[in-house]
C-alpha cells in the first residue's frame, strides 16, 4: 500500500532537492519562481496556509526583486491509486550550474573535434556549435546576474541598501 501523506509531508517532498530531476544543489542559487499543483481533495486554505510558511521559510532562497512568485492550484480529480499528489516547476538561478558543466564538457569535445564529423556530414556548419555554445554561456552569466540583482524601489540607480544619494 501507499502511505497516506499530508500537505505539508507533500510540499515538503516538492521542496527537497533529492526529489528534484535535474542534479542541482538549491541552496547554489536563488528562486525565480516556482509552481506547485495539488491534486486530489484537498482545502485550499490548507494549501495557501503551507506556501505562506515555506515562502516566510525559504525567504532568503528567492530573490527579493520578483513579488508574488510561488504560485499554486489545485486539481479536485486525485491521480489513480492514491489520495493526492503533488508537482512542483521552478526556476531557479542553481540551474547555471548544470550549463557551466555542458559548456566545460562541450569545449573539451570541441577541442578536438570530436564527433563533427557526423554533425558536419549532415550540413552543420562549425560556426552553428561555436554560436550554440556562446548561447549557453550566455545563458549562465544571465543567471548569474539574475541572482545578484537586488530592488531599486526608489529609482536612484542604487539598490536600497548602498550609498549614493
Not at 499554486?72 to 499528489?85: L, T
Not at 552569466?141 to 536612484?156: G, H, I, L, S
Request: proline share 2%.
Amino acid at each position: 500500500g501507499h502511505v497516506k501523506l499530508t500537505v505539508k509531508e507533500l510540499n515538503d517532498q516538492c521542496w527537497s532537492a533529492r526529489n528534484f530531476l535535474a542534479n542541482v544543489r538549491p541552496e547554489d542559487g536563488k528562486y525565480l519562481a516556482a509552481s506547485l499543483i495539488f491534486r486530489g481533495n484537498l482545502a485550499s486554505q490548507e494549501v495557501d496556509d503551507q506556501l505562506s510558511q515555506t515562502q516566510s521559510k525559504l525567504a532568503d532562497d528567492f530573490v527579493n526583486w520578483i513579488p508574488n512568485n510561488i504560485k499554486s492550484s489545485i486539481v479536485n480529480v486525485p491521480p489513480i491509486d492514491v489520495a493526492m499528489s503533488g508537482t512542483f516547476v521552478a526556476n531557479t538561478t542553481a540551474l547555471k550550474g548544470i550549463f557551466q558543466r555542458i559548456s566545460t564538457q562541450f569545449s573539451k569535445m570541441y577541442k578536438r573535434k570530436a564527433f563533427l564529423h557526423w554533425y558536419s556530414g549532415e550540413g552543420m556548419d562549425e560556426m552553428e556549435f561555436q554560436e550554440s555554445d556562446k548561447n549557453v554561456r550566455d545563458l549562465v552569466t544571465e543567471y548569474q546576474d539574475k541572482q545578484d540583482a537586488v530592488v531599486d524601489a526608489d529609482n536612484d540607480g542604487y539598490a536600497d541598501d548602498d550609498v549614493g544619494d
